[in-house]
């Protein structure tokens, strides 16, 4: 069993990773599964989900985006209720200061920033004053080891900014920014950016790069994603972001017994 600390809640898990499900409150997120609100994000938690994870803007290749007053609108008030409801923890993901001073409001514990808050020194300390934790993620064209130089610095920067060190998650940002060969070895070497000595996220879930792997559709890309995720969580990995919340959980329980 192992604990980690998320915003202000400490939780554990007798597996070998912690499973976040995905819910887009968008029309527009690159599969039509995650689309959905308070019962999806309500279903995925009595699927098992430790973490819930809440977009209000998709950022799937060529997405269309949308203004503060919308995003805010899509996921202030589905925070809100999953709040009145349960204790799981609750991220959000967006990039937007107005969003994310909101969400804080509303309790949520983990902000996950796309762009890992560049320029944005005060959402940092406000984040910080929060006691909240955050996911920091790259998105730049490069492999493994510009991927660590990267976010190794900005990890480094945000405890400048006053965030805790055991409240620092970081994502090499498979998807984003990367040819194929990238996304590959950004997966292949989890280890390396493991031993940076922070807990890692990988969001494989469905994502071209195992399309491209597989010769599969988003619809039939589950198995090449449960593959992927084993063997990150093999590596180190200790979260992994998910569109199938029973399907990861039931991997991690095998690797939990054959382990």
């Known amino acids: 069993m192992f604990s980690m600390t998320f915003g202000k809640k400490t939780i554990s898990t007798e597996r070998p990773a912690f499973v976040m499900g995905i819910v887009n409150a968008t029309p527009d997120s690159f599969y039509e599964n995650s689309r959905g609100d308070f019962d999806l994000a309500m279903k995925l938690v009595e699927d ?19 203004d503060e007053q919308e995003e805010l609108d899509r996921v202030i008030p589905l925070i ?16 937007k200061p ?12 983990i902000i996950n920033n796309v762009l890992s808050f560049d320029n944005d020194d005060s959402t940092l300390m406000e984040i910080a004053d929060a006691d909240a934790s955050v996911i920091l993620m790259h998105h730049e064209g490069e492999g ?21 060190h055991n409240k620092i998650i970081l994502d090499p940002g498979i998807g984003f920014g990367k040819s194929f060969e990238q ?11 493991c031993s940076l000595g922070y807990p890692v996220l990988m969001a494989l879930s469905r994502k071209s790069s195992i399309g491209m792997m597989t010769g599969r559709p988003v619809e039939q890309r589950l198995t090449g994603t449960v593959t992927a995720d084993i063997i990150s969580v093999q590596k180190g990995a200790k979260i992994i ?5 029973l399907d990861a959980i039931d991997s991690l329980n095998v690797m939990k017994f054959l382990n």
């Open 241 to 245: 972001r998910v569109h199938d919340v």
């Open 144 to 164: 493994i080891d510009g991927i660590c130089s990267y976010l190794k610095k900005k990890a480094e920067f945000c405890q400048k900014k006053g965030i805790s």
């Open 183 to 193: 996304n590959v070895e950004a997966i292949k070497y989890t280890d390396k950016l």
């Open 80 to 95: 809100e209720k999953l709040r009145k409801n349960t204790d799981v923890v609750l991220s959000i993901d967006t990039t």
């Open 98 to 109: 107005a969003v994310i001073s909101e969400a804080l409001e509303c309790g949520v514990d």
């Open 48 to 66: 098992g989900a430790d973490i819930i994870d809440i977009g209000g803007e998709s950022t799937r290749p060529g997405f269309t985006p949308v």
